[in-house]
């Protein structure tokens, strides 16, 4: 079982800076792929970065620029920097990750909001 804990959300205004953070534990394997994803309300659930443990990264379109995805191995943990946010970007962001090991098998962490309001 993979338990993914994350944290850093919070309400920032316009312009600001977040860093999230999630700690994945609990597993014997390695977790291949983590990211995030992020739902606001009546949208869907939508990719925003995404990171394999060999350093290939993936963004959404629309935080292009603005968001850093990182990882480090050894804590077993993904980090996503965004700058300069806007209103858009308020959402429950939920951190995913995914193994070789436990293929069709996507872990999800149970989210963290962020607000993006003046």
């Known amino acids: 079982q993979v338990q993914l804990v994350e944290s850093g959300g919070g309400l920032v205004q316009p312009g600001g800076s977040l860093r999230l953070s999630c700690a994945a534990s609990?597993?014997?394997?390695?977790?291949?792929?983590m990211g995030w994803y992020r739902q606001s309300p009546g949208k869907q659930r939508e990719l925003v970065a995404a990171?394999?443990?060999?350093?290939?990264?993936n963004y959404a379109d629309s935080v292009k620029g603005r968001f850093t995805i990182s990882r480090d191995n050894a804590k077993n943990t993904v980090y996503l920097q965004m700058n300069s946010l806007k209103p858009e970007d308020t959402a429950v962001y939920y951190c995913?990750?995914?193994?070789?090991?436990?293929?069709?098998?996507?872990?999800w962490g149970q989210g963290t909001q962020v607000a993006v309001s003046s």
């Open positions: 609990g597993r014997r394997f390695s977790i291949d792929v």
């Open positions: 990171i394999t443990s060999g350093g290939s990264i």
């Open positions: 995913y990750g995914n193994s070789i090991a436990t293929p069709g098998i996507d872990y």
